[in-house]
């Protein structure tokens, strides 16, 4: 089964639309409501709704290791690293939602590229 994403809002909006355009199961932090929530509430909303987390946004990589520390499960989280090119990206992102299962995701983090 394919990954389905959670895009925080600063994943550029190409790197969304290029994901898409390939039949990538995307939501976007603004298709959810939720512009300007903080870090905290997009990571347990991605976990909620079984979505793995991209971002660029460095907190996520603490949140995700303070909720690994405390046993709680989520997700994922692929990181766009700094300097990736929009089409390096979704095309790597696009790789990981098509050979990782979602058991094989969970509590993980994926570095892009």
């Not at 039949?23 to 409501?33: R, S």
């Amino acid at each position: 089964m394919p990954l389905e994403l959670y895009a925080d809002e600063c994943v550029d909006a190409r790197i969304v639309s290029g994901l898409r355009r390939r039949n990538v199961g995307v939501v976007t932090v603004a298709d959810e409501g939720l512009l300007g929530a903080t870090d905290e509430v997009q990571l347990a909303r991605a976990a909620r709704l079984g979505r793995v987390a991209v971002t660029c946004d460095q907190d996520f990589l603490r949140l995700a290791q303070t909720r690994a520390e405390a046993g709680s499960s989520f997700p994922g989280v692929i990181f766009i690293l700094p300097a990736t090119l929009v089409g390096d990206a979704v095309r790597a992102i696009a790789f990981l939602a098509v050979v990782l299962d979602p058991g094989e995701m969970a509590n993980r983090i994926e570095w892009v590229p």
